[in-house]
Nanobody
Framework: QVQLVESGGGLVQPGGSLRLSCAVSGGNFPLYGINWYRQAPGKQRELVAS???????NYADSAKGRFTVSRDNAKKTVYLDMNSLKPEDTAAYLC???????WGQGTQVTVSS
């Protein structure tokens, strides 16, 4: 059974940084494209970043220049490095395997002074 576990969220001041991790167990990780989404209260779920099997990355306009997604196939983990965080980045961040419907439980990011 495939499972995804996000970690690394927390409370950070505006302008700060966080590194989120999405650890995948089960399945065949090198064959998975991974998406990072975020869900803020009262807002639609938003695709933040994605990384393909070959490492090609894509970002939402809101994330470009501030967020970096990467993967470590040996560790079966995808990372989301977030810099210059803003209060509007506050949300639960979730990872999912593209095309398979598997989701993690999410990790909360709160950006506040």
């Amino acid at each position: 059974q495939v499972q995804l576990v996000e970690s690394g969220g927390g409370l950070v001041q505006p302008g700060g940084s966080l590194r989120l991790s999405c650890a995948v167990s089960g399945g065949n990780f090198p064959l998975y494209g991974i998406n990072w989404y975020r869900q803020a209260p009262g807002k639609q779920r938003e695709l933040v970043a994605s990384i393909s099997i070959g490492g090609k990355t894509n970002y939402a306009d809101s994330a470009k220049g501030r967020f970096t997604v990467s993967r470590d196939n040996a560790k079966k983990t995808v990372y989301l490095d977030m810099n210059s965080l803003k209060p509007e980045d506050t949300a639960a961040y979730l990872c999912t395997i593209l095309g398979y419907g598997y989701w993690g439980q999410g990790t909360q990011v709160t950006v506040s002074s």
